[in-house]
């Protein structure tokens, strides 16, 4: 991914402040992508607005990125129960439940590793936000495979709404960073294989 508006700060409300003026000058922009440079952390944000026109349908889509360091072995994949999602149908994750009641009703949670899943999913914070999103599939992912390689590991959040209300946009920013925080915390740490029955 190439992008050439990097943002950054010594902390997350300077990286906002940069970002909304960004979004005062244009409040509505059809196009906008970003880096986001914050505590050794690079995360992309883009949002892509086709109002279409004549025959032609438009779209929109909004999608937070992060390259892992290194590829764990563990794996997920979360969406709305009626949205198709590809990347759950890799790496042989099953469908499980996690223990939070509204959270397991409300989507379809792919896994290899149940406890890890629900460890991610622990805090209700996160959980309220992506319960509350539509249209959307989060997971560990990998681009530019070739072969029988898997390609670089991302975590991946993809939402088919082109969001540019900031305050929703850092909402969900700080959700995704709690999940990658302990996605990479658990790169550090030696996998667990136990499951959740």
Known sequence: MSHE???SGRT???VWE????????????LEYSAVIEHESRKIALNIDID???GFESGFESTTFA????????????????????EIGKFFGMEDVEIGFEEFDKALILKTNDTLKLKDIFSDSAVRAVFQSLTDFTFGITHH?????????PFLELQIEHGITNVERLRQIYNAFY?????VDAFVKTPHNTEQVN
């Open 5 to 7: 508006n990097f943002i």
């Open 12 to 14: 997350q409300d300077e």
């Open 18 to 29: 940069k970002i909304t003026a960004q979004f005062l000058d244009d409040p509505d922009p």
């Open 51 to 53: 109002l279409g026109g």
């Open 66 to 85: 992060a390259h892992l360091n290194t590829s764990p072995s563990f794996r997920f994949a979360i969406h709305e129960k009626h949205f198709t999602d």
């Open 144 to 152: 530019h495979a070739s072969g029988d390689l898997p390609g670089e």
């Open 178 to 182: 709690s999940v990658l925080a302990k």
